[in-house]
């Protein structure tokens, strides 16, 4: 879990990066710290180019094969 004062400045920016308002916690996160990308499973939901000019959105299969590569 990562404490809200940790991307809490961030929420602003994400609201406009992603659909779901559930979502925007993560798509702050994501933009705060240092990631290799997000995992979701509703790819759908984090399609917006803004977004995916910002992180990269990683399905299963790319996490298993990023994992990997550790």
Do not use: C
């Amino acid at each position: 879990m990562v404490p809200e004062q940790t991307y809490a400045e961030r929420e602003g920016e994400a609201g406009a990066l992603i659909r779901d308002p559930d979502d925007v916690p993560v798509v702050a996160v994501a933009l705060s710290i240092d990631h290799l990308g997000i995992w979701t499973f509703n790819a759908k939901d984090f399609s917006t180019l803004k977004l995916l000019a910002r992180t990269r959105i990683l399905g299963t299969g790319e996490v298993k094969a990023v994992l990997a590569e550790r």
